[in-house]
């Protein structure tokens, strides 16, 4: 079982592996997956239940969406596209989790990833296309840093919540990114944004990136279903991150952070430096969703993101229990789920059901003992959790 | 100063207890579950649902002439019929509260999950069941007429005071009931002792989980009025993820306020101008970017927390679960 945030049972401290035979370490894989798997179930359940409210046939609704976003190659291509993002911001909020930090913020710092992979994508020329793709992502990535930096520092030196700065942060990456490419004043009394491409009419969008900014299609299933490479940038991420927190002294401080910040204090850790460098890596990872996003998927930035994002993240990364590549997986279940909500609003079911179905999957996976319950699964003493989660300083 | 301005002026202070109303009763929701130790960050997703539900019972009754009760016809009024639809919406609102403390209470579940799984469910729910094509005979009527004529000297005052609905007014007499139970109510007293302290209000004999239990179906009330005023006074039409931060900006507002009804009052009317100027500003002459001016009240907050969190000194207890002994 991984760590929770914040908890202080000698259960999640890390310790030696003593040899397991091969039926043990399954039976552990087993036991690990069993709460999740009955979560997705029991959810799914739940909003069979929905659907027979609203006077819709559950069985056909479910088969609309298995159909559109697994069985069909375009499907699939979809699937993984809106896994990428998930896989980042999942990411970015289990990295922030275990120092003990709460990410809500991955949308805002999404889209600022977003606009400056944009930027650089039609502004700078003449870059061959290797150091073209390189620059838009260190850009991307240092701007969500720094979105989600500033709420690090906020919280370090002036206690200032996370959750609620981030949530705020949200709110103002998109406004500012909605006033970049804006059209500006039918009269011309407010001129159009910086970003703005006057060439795309009524959509209001950036300029398109250069041929040199275009993500490599992997993967190409005509007419215009393309998988770029970024789902793989998104795996090999996720494992740089393992390693990171797992085998590197900055890991090790980090997850001391997230345990206890008073014992790491008294330890010798800076605290309050290592919550901003937590809140940036996280925020660079999140930044980097949205670079995929503009150089994989649209070519440019348009204003047309939910912010919604940033909570589907927390799920994935809960129902991963936050292990970077657990995070891959339910990042591929949410994907899945998204994709095949459009093809399943044909029998006439609205997306919005999905959104229900994660609330009923989170909620499981925050409290095990409904589904422990419910499948008379007997589980470990303590694996409820013992967080806190005040106001106050760190 | 032209007569556009002065006008204007005027509009922006009316906007503003407009804007003002639904972060104050979220406010004072946030206070009645903090002060008892709870978190509460699915403020939004209650006023939401409540939005929501309100709204929906408002267009279900809409075009019924009577209503079947308990086997008996009663004609059904405007009245009857917007009162019916603020119930459903405080019903749900307190229902929401009783879920989010029974995941925190009953399943020690962190406090922001168990928020974030309130506004999940608001969002999906919401949404899933929303019909555009839902239709009412209209919202809660104003409750005083502005009584001063178009040219008179206080017409302008009393586009201010008047012509507003009844839970504008409801929400100055809550901050009032609620400073007054928190500090001179046996039941207010307690409510900080267990927000303060659980174990020695435990200790003393106080049941703390089913006063956290009231606590949270009250704050999910107010909560819900929030929702309600949204859809029923306010804009009179419910859409999708119409609360916008709403209820976030409630709980930084209490944080403003420390923790206390009149405080709290204050910063929501601080925040209130600052959405109000968003659509008044152009009438000054100033042409600033919509997009930046209505970014303000988000920026503003985070100014607001990372200024004043520091002095604000939170209810000691509040974000822990708490264990009763001998079980």
């Given at each position: 079982m991984a760590t929770e945030p914040k908890t202080a049972t000698t259960s999640s401290l890390p310790q030696p592996v003593p040899f397991r035979t091969l039926f043990q370490r399954l039976q552990a894989i087993f036991q690990t997956l069993l709460i999740p798997v009955l979560s997705i179930i029991t959810a799914l359940l739940l909003g069979a239940g929905l659907i027979l409210l609203a006077g819709r046939d559950p069985v056909a609704a479910y088969e609309a969406l298995i159909e559109g976003a697994l069985l069909e190659p375009r499907g699939l291509v979809q699937s993984l596209l809106k896994t990428t993002p998930l896989i980042l911001a999942g990411l970015a909020v289990g990295f922030a989790f275990k120092g003990g930090l709460f990410n809500i913020g991955a949308q805002g710092q999404l889209i600022m990833g977003s606009v400056a992979a944009a930027w650089v994508g039609y502004?700078?020329?003449?870059?061959?296309t290797w150091a073209h793709i390189t620059l838009g992502f260190a850009a991307g990535a240092l701007a969500g840093a720094i979105w989600a930096g500033i709420p690090g520092a906020l919280k370090a030196?002036?206690?200032?919540?996370?959750v609620i700065t981030t949530i705020m942060f949200n709110f103002i990456a998109s406004r500012i990114a909605e006033w970049l490419i804006s059209g500006g004043s039918a009269d011309g009394e407010i001129p159009p944004g910086?970003?703005?491409?006057?060439?795309?009419g009524a959509i209001q969008r950036s300029p398109e990136v250069l041929e040199t900014a275009r993500l490599p299609v992997a993967f190409d299933y005509p007419p215009a279903h393309d998988l770029n490479i970024g789902i793989f940038i998104a795996i090999i991420v996720s494992i740089l991150i393992l390693i990171i927190l797992n085998r590197t002294t900055f890991g090790f401080e980090l997850r001391m952070v997230g345990m206890n910040p008073n014992a790491a204090r008294y330890a010798g850790i800076n605290v309050k430096r290592q919550t901003i460098v937590t809140m940036a890596v996280a925020g660079s990872l999140a930044g980097m969703a949205g670079v995929i996003q503009t150089?994989?998927?649209?070519?440019y930035y348009e204003?047309?993101?939910?912010?919604a994002l940033g909570f589907d993240a927390i799920t994935v990364s809960l129902l991963a229990a936050n292990h970077p590549i657990g995070i891959i997986f339910s990042a591929f279940a949410f994907g899945t789920l998204e994709q095949g909500a459009t093809r399943m609003q044909?029998?006439?079911?609205?997306?919005?059901l999905t959104v229900a179905i994660q609330a009923f999957i989170l909620m499981f996976i925050a409290a095990p003992q409904i589904i422990r319950f419910l499948y008379r699964v007997r589980g470990a003493a303590g694996t409820g959790q013992t967080l806190s989660s005040g106001w106050g300083e760190r | 100063m032209g007569t556009i301005e002065f006008v204007a002026i005027f509009a922006t202070l009316s906007a503003t207890i407009r804007q003002a109303i639904p972060i104050t009763l979220g406010a004072m929701s946030g206070i009645s579950s903090e002060r008892s130790g709870i978190v509460n960050i699915g403020i939004e997703g209650m006023m939401l649902i409540s939005a929501f539900t309100g709204y929906m019972m408002n267009a279900y009754l809409s075009?019924?002439?009577?209503l079947a009760l308990l086997g008996a016809e009663i004609a059904l009024d405007s009245t009857l019929r917007l009162a019916l639809s603020v119930a459903v919406g405080l019903l749900t609102g307190g229902m929401m509260g009783l879920l989010h403390a029974l995941l925190c209470i009953?399943?020690?579940?962190d406090h922001i999950i168990s928020g974030v799984v309130i506004n999940l469910l608001a969002t999906g729910i919401s949404g899933y069941f929303y019909d555009p094509q839902a239709e009412t005979e209209g919202k809660i009527p104003e409750l005083?007429?502005?009584?001063w004529p178009d040219g008179h000297f206080l017409n302008r005052v009393g586009v201010v005071l008047f012509d507003k609905d009844v839970i504008t007014y409801i929400t100055f007499i809550l901050v009032a009931l609620m400073t007054f139970w928190l500090f001179s109510t046996v039941w207010g007293l307690r409510t900080r002792s267990i927000g303060e302290n659980p174990r020695a209000a435990d200790t003393l004999g106080i049941n703390v989980y089913r006063l956290q239990y009231t606590n949270l179906f009250l704050s999910g009330t107010l909560a819900g009025l929030a929702g309600v005023y949204l859809?029923?006074?306010?804009?009179?039409v419910f859409e999708r993820n119409?609360?916008?931060?709403k209820g976030f900006i409630a709980l930084a507002v209490m944080i403003f306020g420390k923790w206390h009804p009149v405080g709290a009052l204050g910063g929501a009317l601080l925040f209130g101008f600052l959405s109000a100027l968003q659509s008044q500003?152009?009438?000054?002459g100033i042409n600033v970017p919509h997009q930046l001016v209505s970014l303000l009240p988000y920026a503003v907050t985070v100014v607001v927390l990372a200024g004043f969190v520091g002095q604000a000194r939170p209810?000691?207890?509040?974000?822990q679960a708490y264990e009763v002994e001998g079980q």
């Open positions: 502004y700078v020329t003449g870059l061959p030196y002036s206690g200032a919540h996370e910086p970003m703005n491409d006057p060439t795309a150089l994989g998927v649209n070519g204003a047309n993101q939910s912010l044909r029998t006439g079911v609205a997306v919005e | 075009g019924m002439d009577s009953q399943f020690k579940v005083v007429q502005n009584p859809t029923l006074a306010d804009v009179g119409m609360v916008a931060g500003l152009q009438f000054f209810p000691a207890h509040v974000g």
